[in-house]
């Protein structure tokens, strides 16, 4: 079953962990705050095994009104991927505006998206669902299903993240290694403690 991580588990396990890390972590409160273009979700390393049929289904369960809005989906699976070497606000731009599928289109080919095929190695690094435009109970909805999937895919918990304002300057290719990175340390620091 994938651990459901809370942002005072960081703190817990790595002792000032957010203080130096302000900006990249938001609160995930009651709030129905949305930032960022979308509603988007980009999947990281996510197995090839977890289809599009089975994300659009479980979006329209757990994210309705996003769902309903048309949420854009975009798989990377490699570092090679050219999307990684733009600025965050540019990579969801592209992914909106160019050459990805919305989620709540019939019969949409997620396998298109790709820059590798099922065979290929996923690399090192654990899957990551990074989302724009969600508002936080929808997210969370959304996470719990599709990471639940994931991790009866794979045997990984995958990482949960939402755009934050200071993310959308920072190249993607970064912001998703500190993303998997720092769900690994708190994956391990967590196994640690048991």
Do not use: W
């Not at 289809?51 to 798989?75: C, H, K, W, Y």
Request: one cysteine or more.
């Amino acid at each position: 079953m994938p651990t459901v991580l809370s942002m005072g588990l960081f703190d817990a396990l790595i002792p000032n962990f957010l203080k130096e890390r302000k900006g990249d972590f938001v609160k995930l409160d009651k709030a129905e705050t949305a930032f960022g273009p979308g509603p988007a979700l980009l999947l990281y390393k996510v197995p090839p095994g977890v289809v599009n049929d089975e994300i659009q289904d479980m979006l329209a369960d757990s994210a309705p009104v996003a769902f309903r809005l048309g949420v854009t989906l975009s798989r990377i699976e490699t570092e090679e991927n050219e999307l990684m070497q733009c600025k965050v606000g540019d990579a969801l731009d592209q992914m909106i505006n160019n050459n990805c599928v919305n989620a709540n289109e019939e019969g949409s080919d997620m396998e298109k998206l790709s820059d590798s095929g099922p065979e290929e190695s996923m690399g090192r690094g654990c899957p990551v669902l990074y989302f724009s435009g969600f508002d936080n109970s929808e997210m969370m909805n959304a996470y719990n299903l599709l990471g639940s999937e994931i991790y009866q895919e794979s045997g990984e918990t995958p990482a949960c993240a939402k755009v934050v304002p200071n993310s959308m300057v920072k190249q993607l290719g970064q912001i998703l290694e500190e993303i998997s990175g720092d769900h690994a340390l708190a994956m391990t620091e967590k196994k640690k403690g048991e």
